[in-house]
């Protein structure tokens, strides 16, 4: 069974730096897909950015970006020129069916 | 519009009692998804449903009962209601089974409905 680990139950970041949210997955599969999720306190699941085990260039949406590892099973994100409004939980998933992490709360210092 | 509405977002219930959940998406999905999420934030998944047929019922117990009038509605019945049942669920669609970046299928969430059983 696949499994997703998020290591950081916390992180905490000052407005406008960057933090880097770390997630490792374990899986028998060549070809799968990874996500990050945002969860706000409004509870709302907001999906943030995805990639295809396969691509070889890590995926980027604005200000939000992926170090995709294959080999190492590890797919962080970044997050640039963070903003007040990123203050979130951070979920990692594996898998077209999301195989979710326990997620990282991020907290935005302003 | 919303377009994965749940109702209701949040209920208070005592054990023993039998609660539903509704689900509607208008969105023109074929599958809908019902997950868990308990207190300690785990998000997983319960059940999947592609054109009002169960496709994935991931060990839940008996007590839950997902029902697919149509593929624009998947209900959540809860019978017999437990403390441990407590939790945010989820009700979710995509247009095809299953979350494919490569083809832009994603699967969208509703905002949840908190459940307490006290």
């Known amino acids: 069974a696949q499994t997703v680990t998020q290591s950081q139950p916390e992180m905490s970041v000052q407005e406008a730096e960057t933090v880097t949210l770390s997630c490792t997955y374990d899986?028998?599969?060549?070809?799968?897909?990874l996500f990050w999720y945002k969860q706000p306190p409004s509870r709302q699941m907001i999906l943030v950015i995805r990639?295809?085990?396969?691509?070889?260039q890590n995926a980027t949406e604005n200000r939000f970006s992926v170090n995709f590892q294959k080999a190492a099973k590890s797919f962080s994100l970044k997050i640039s020129d963070s903003q007040l409004g990123d203050a979130a939980m951070y979920f990692c998933a594996y898998g077209n069916m999301l195989t979710f992490g326990g997620g990282t709360r991020l907290m935005v210092k302003p | 519009d919303t377009a994965v509405s749940q109702t209701p977002k949040y209920l208070v219930t005592q054990m023993g009692n039998d609660k539903s959940i509704k689900c509607e998406q208008n969105?023109?999905?074929?599958?809908m998804y019902w997950y868990k999420q308990d207190s300690k934030k785990f998000l997983k998944i319960m059940f999947s449903y592609n054109n009002k047929e169960l496709i994935i019922n991931e060990t839940v117990p008996n007590r839950f009962s997902p029902k697919s009038p149509d593929k624009a509605h998947l209900n959540l019945h809860i019978n017999s209601l437990e403390l441990g049942d407590s939790a945010v669920y989820f009700c979710a669609s995509s247009q095809d089974l299953g979350a494919h970046p490569h083809s832009g299928n994603t699967i969208y969430f509703g905002e949840g409905s908190w459940l307490t059983v006290v």
């Open positions: 990639q295809e085990a396969y691509k070889q």
């Open positions: 899986t028998s599969e060549s070809d799968y897909y």
């Open positions: 969105l023109g999905h074929d599958t």
